[in-house]
């Protein structure tokens, strides 16, 4: 049995029974562990009634756990949530002695097909615990400040070594953990690049295109979508198994979409449907749900903030676009094709000026 692990509120809370959900359909038999951010959370989610979705309130973790709740006065609330990775599922193997392996994901993931072959690839490699990497093509190699590693997706057996992983991580997090780049260190993402070195071959750095592929990497792999219904998507030979659906949040209703991709390149309409189309499913049934056995409940998606970077990269927005237009499971840029370069652009942009200045 497989025990998976996330966090999140309300403003997430759609998007957290979509995982679930996709996970439930492609390992049945899997648990998902919940730490619920807010009331609210705790009682939509056990009133949902599935004994695979194991709901912990986050004031239980932090009882447990005085040093990170002496955090949560001293730090913004999205640092404090980068706090709590390390916390959590450390917190899991702790406490449920019998979980031989608990596999933290992102909230914003969706599950796309079964993720045998990722937990088969740590056995063989008789690894306690397990990472993605960014896997950003060349022309986004800058993004490295942030990490090699990426914390959507990372597993850890309940063995010693991981655990100590998991005890040095948290003290690295609790000691410094916020949203900005600090030499080698950014949130709770940057402390991973010492892992390597560290844990030698005890760390399995999965060479899955399938496992975390994002709108950051998809632009470096070869997508083929199965003409047959129920075959998964495939990238560079491999199953999609994991898709990260970052920062993809409504700006308008349910009819207008911050895609998250124009740093990045801009998926063609094919791709995009095949995957977002895909997601726009799961969260519509996900809001069906909990409205179901909450109806006074409100479910709506968090909107995507209009801050100050949105303003910077208007120009840019016109030319490649990055708002999408929802039409049914259709997700419209409305740019002929043109978006899929902005990544490099930008890239060849930012260069220059680092050049120039």
Same mark, same amino acid.
């Given at each position: 049995?497989?025990?998976?692990? *996330?966090?999140?509120?309300?403003? &997430?809370?759609?998007?957290?029974?979509?995982?679930? %959900?996709?996970?439930?359909?492609?390992?049945?038999?899997?648990?998902?562990?919940?730490?619920?951010?807010?009331?609210?959370?705790?009682?939509?989610?056990?009133?949902?009634?599935?004994?695979?979705?194991?709901?912990?309130?986050?004031?239980?973790?932090? /009882?447990?756990?005085?040093?990170?709740?002496?955090?949560?006065?001293q730090r913004s609330w999205p640092e404090y949530l980068f706090t709590l990775s390390p916390c959590w599922p450390r917190w899991i193997?702790?406490? $449920?002695?019998?979980?031989?392996?608990?596999?933290?994901?992102?909230?914003? #993931?969706a599950c796309f097909s079964r993720p045998t072959g990722m937990f088969a690839a740590m056995e063989a490699a008789s690894a306690s615990?397990?990472?993605?990497?960014?896997?950003?093509?060349?022309?986004?190699?800058?993004?490295?400040?942030?990490?090699?590693?990426?914390?959507?997706?990372? =597993? &850890?057996?309940?063995?010693? *070594?991981?655990? $100590? *992983?998991?005890?040095?991580?948290?003290?690295?997090?609790?000691?410094?953990?916020?949203?900005?780049?600090?030499?080698?260190?950014?949130?709770?993402?940057?402390?991973?690049?010492?892992?390597?070195?560290?844990?030698?071959?005890?760390?399995?750095?999965?060479?899955?295109?399938?496992?975390?592929? /994002?709108?950051?990497?998809?632009? @470096?792999?070869?997508?083929?979508?199965?003409?047959?219904?129920?075959?998964?998507?495939?990238?560079? @030979?491999?199953?999609?198994? &994991?898709?990260? &659906?970052?920062?993809? %949040?409504?700006?308008?209703?349910?009819?207008?979409?911050?895609? @998250?991709?124009?740093?990045?390149?801009?998926?063609? $309409?094919?791709?995009?449907? /095949?995957?977002? @189309?895909?997601?726009?499913?799961? #969260?519509?049934?996900?809001?069906?749900?909990?409205?179901?056995?909450?109806?006074?409940?409100?479910?709506? #998606?968090? *909107?995507?903030?209009?801050?100050?970077?949105?303003?910077? =990269?208007?120009?840019?927005?016109?030319?490649?676009?990055?708002?999408?237009?929802?039409?049914?499971?259709?997700?419209?840029?409305?740019?002929?094709?043109?978006?899929?370069?902005?990544?490099?652009v930008l890239a060849c942009l930012r260069s220059w000026l680092r050049g120039s200045s």
């Open positions: 049995m497989n025990h998976y692990c *996330t966090y999140f509120d309300r403003g &997430f809370l759609v998007q957290g029974v979509a995982l679930w %959900r996709s996970v439930a359909r492609h390992d049945p038999d899997a648990a998902l562990w919940v730490l619920a951010l807010d009331d609210e959370t705790a009682d939509a989610l056990r009133a949902l009634g599935d004994t695979f979705l194991r709901v912990v309130p986050l004031a239980e973790l932090e /009882a447990a756990d005085p040093e990170l709740l002496a955090m949560r006065s193997l702790a406490t $449920q002695r019998y979980i031989c392996r608990v596999t933290y994901l992102d909230a914003d #993931l615990v397990m990472v993605t990497a960014h896997r950003f093509p060349s022309w986004l190699r800058h993004y490295e400040r942030h990490g090699t590693f990426n914390v959507g997706v990372v =597993s &850890f057996a309940n063995d010693e *070594t991981a655990r $100590q *992983t998991l005890d040095e991580w948290r003290a690295s997090c609790l000691e410094w953990c916020h949203d900005r780049v600090d030499g080698q260190r950014y949130a709770d993402q940057g402390y991973l690049n010492a892992w390597p070195e560290r844990l030698g071959k005890r760390l399995l750095i999965l060479d899955d295109p399938g496992v975390n592929a /994002a709108p950051w990497n998809w632009a @470096g792999s070869t997508y083929h979508i199965p003409h047959s219904k129920g075959a998964p998507l495939e990238v560079d @030979g491999r199953p999609l198994v &994991f898709f990260h &659906f970052a920062r993809f %949040r409504p700006r308008a209703g349910t009819w207008l979409w911050e895609s @998250g991709q124009l740093d990045y390149g801009i998926m063609p $309409q094919r791709l995009r449907t /095949a995957l977002y @189309g895909e997601y726009w499913w799961l #969260l519509v049934a996900a809001q069906a749900e909990l409205r179901s056995v909450r109806p006074s409940g409100d479910f709506e #998606l968090r *909107t995507a903030r209009l801050g100050r970077s949105a303003w910077r =990269s208007l120009p840019l927005r016109l030319i490649f676009g990055g708002t999408w237009i929802r039409l049914g499971g259709h997700f419209l840029n409305l740019r002929g094709g043109l978006g899929r370069y902005s990544g490099r």
